[in-house]
Each structure stands twice: as structure tokens, then as C-alpha cells.
């Protein structure tokens, strides 16, 4: 049983005669701090400072990925250079999808979906079904503006499809890739120029394609009215994207340059609604009247041309 001595507060001056009383003690040195986990010291900088470091691309662990060369792209001729710009999962592009049509102001679409890991799977698709769906709509359209008539004998309009594919496919990438150049030009100008890649800037013209497809199926209403007012929802929703992923881009730019630069967007983005709009939908086929033959006897002949 302990004494009241052995339980008396001692002071340890001297801890070389303590340890050489006693070897087997554990000490502990309190002289330093001890070292803070990695991902507790992460905690400790706030979720601010994680989310930023995030949306920037500046993650430690990429970093050292990157120095110890563990990523390394596969050469462009081979078949795994062009899988990594398909490897993304439904969850993701679903979640374009939505960033795409609700918007949120003051926020990035790159910074937040796109800039992880940009992905060629959601723009080719949105772009697909947007081709099909214009074209079908477009027939649809044409056939119920002529449904009724006697003179009026529908036939399908297959080249709807081509010209569709031809100037949305065109538009998702000959666009980006002027708008890239321009980007690379002025970022030799002006150094505080936001640089955007070409997968990224692809990336934001597809998935801002995406509000045309529910659009044009609403286009089959023969309403010139609805219709109009359709092309401006849409174009408020995708433009706001477009707006605020580039705008940041040119801002430091010359005021004049900025402003017609976001302009020039805005007008080729509303060229596009506008004229799928007027050719696919606003001009229909017209009636070709029935040709008048004369007969041999001085009466004519009316045939009935479908």
C-alpha cells in the first residue's frame, strides 16, 4: 500500500538521476510541438480554404502525383489518349447537366464541374440528341402546320438531319476552338488573362447546348408567340452560362475588348436558337399549285399535284 510520501507532489530537476534510477521509464518531450496529421491539418485550414484549393486544381496530392511523374499522358495515336476524355461516370454529367440548366450566380461552370475532369461523353451526346431531336421536331412541326390540307402529302425530310448535324457539330466546335485562339492571343497581351483549355472551353459550349432539347420538342407547338418566348428562356438560362465562365476570362482585359468579346458570344449563341428556329420550324413547305394542261379539244385540264 502506498505511503503518503510516494503520493507527495515531487519536483524533477534533475531527470539524468531519474532515468539512471530508473531506465525503463518512458519519457516525453514536450520542447516541440507535435507534428499535425496531413488531413487533420487540412481540417484546421477550414472548408473554405479546402473548397478553393479544389475549384483551383491545387490539390497536394496531384501535385506529388505530378512531381514523381505518375501521370503521364499515352502518346495522341493511341487508343487510351482518347478513352480519358470519356472517362467520366453518369453521376457527373448529370451534374453538368444541372449546373448547365440552373445556373448559379457568381459561380464558375469550369471552376466547379468542368476543370477536375473535363470529359468529351456529355457534349457529343447533348449535341447528338439535339441534331435528332431538331429534326424531328422540325418534320412534326411541318406536318401538323399542313394537317388537314387535301393538296398536302407528307414526306419525310431526311436532309433536316444532315443540316442539323452540319451546324450544331460546327458550332460546338469550330466556336470553342475560335474562342480558344483568341484567349491564347490576348493571355500574350495581358498577363492576368483567366486561360481556359480547349477541352474545357468544349466542354462548356456542349453542356450549355443541353436547354435546346426540351426547347425544340416544345417547338412543335404551332404558336409563333410560344415559341419565341421559348428561344428566350433558353437563351437567358445557356447565355447566363456562357456569360459567367468567361467573363471572368476577359475582364482584365480592355473594357472595349471585354465587352464585345462576351457580345460576340452572346450574338453567335442567339444566331444558333434563331436559325434552327427560322429554317426547321418558322418555314414551312409550301404548296405547289396544280399545273393547268390545255387539251386538244380548247379545254383545260387541272391535275392534282401532291
Known sequence: MATADDLKFQEFDDAANLLAANPDATTISIDEPAEIPKNQHSRLQGPGREEDDELLGTDDSDKTELLAGQKKSAPFW????YQTFFDVDTYQVLDRIKGSVFPVPGKNFVR?????????????????????????SGN????FIHLGKPTYHYVPE?????????TIYAYAW???LALWGFLMWRNTKVMNIVSYSFLEIVCVYGYSLF????????WIIPQQ?????????SLCLSGSVLVMTFWPAVRDDNRRIAVATVAAILLLHALLAVGCLAYFFDAPELDIPAPIIPAHNGTTVVTKSH
Open 78 to 81: 493511341t487508343f487510351e489518349y
Open 112 to 136: 466547379l464541374y468542368i476543370r477536375s475532369n473535363p470529359d468529351l461523353y456529355g457534349p457529343f451526346w447533348i449535341c447528338a440528341t439535339l441534331v435528332f431531336t431538331i429534326a424531328v
Open 140 to 143: 412534326l412541326s411541318n406536318f
Open 158 to 166: 431526311f436532309r433536316k438531319v444532315s443540316i442539323a448535324a452540319t
Open 174 to 176: 469550330l466556336v470553342p
Open 211 to 218: 436547354i435546346y432539347i426540351p426547347t425544340a420538342m416544345l
Open 225 to 233: 408567340v410560344v415559341r419565341w418566348v421559348l428561344v428566350a428562356f
